[in-house]
């Protein structure tokens, strides 16, 4: 089993209609294949500019994420897509495929602006590909 995390950057900001739509596209897709985790959708405001970035991981056979995978990059809701992490795996985390919306003050949190605020020099580090900076955040959902 294999574990895939990665973010990218909405192309336009979602609403709870579009959200519910990706839902039910993705989890009946993932139920049928055996993926599970949980995608976050994260709209942050900062100097009043909204945007949103998804981040997401998902489990399973490697197979099967590579096809899920090849059909999420070429998803015209997001673009700017990282893969942070692609690895074995001996046990799942989540037991199901969910979606979490969020909405981040930027401008109140740093820690969090720093890794949400577009900083890709930061997300591509190797440092952070290499943490679990980015799985304990979805697990903190
Ligand atoms: C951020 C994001 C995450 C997605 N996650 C999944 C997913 O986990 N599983 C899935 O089947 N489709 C997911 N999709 C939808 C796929 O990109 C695609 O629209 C869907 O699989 C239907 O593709 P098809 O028409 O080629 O079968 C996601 C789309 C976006 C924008």
Redesign the pocket.
């Known amino acids: 089993m294999h574990i895939l995390i990665y973010y990218?950057k909405a192309t336009r900001l979602m609403k709870k209609a579009d959200l519910d739509l990706?839902l039910e596209?993705?989890?009946?897709?993932?139920a049928v294949h055996g993926?599970t985790?949980i995608?976050a959708?994260i709209e942050g405001t900062s100097e009043n500019h909204k945007e949103a970035r998804?981040m997401?991981v998902?489990e399973g056979a490697e197979e099967e994420l590579n096809i899920?995978f090849e059909?999420?990059k070429?998803?015209s809701?997001?673009h700017q897509i990282v893969l942070l992490k692609k690895e074995h795996i001996n046990t799942r985390t989540f037991s199901q495929?969910s979606i979490k919306h969020e909405h981040i003050d930027l401008s109140a949190n740093l820690n969090l602006k720093a890794f949400f605020n577009l900083d890709n020099q930061l997300l591509q580090s190797e440092a952070f590909k290499g943490s679990d900076a980015a799985l304990d955040f979805l697990k903190s959902f």
């Open positions: 990218s990706l596209e993705s989890c009946s897709w993932n993926l985790g995608l959708y998804f997401h998902l899920v059909k999420i070429c998803d809701r997001h495929c």
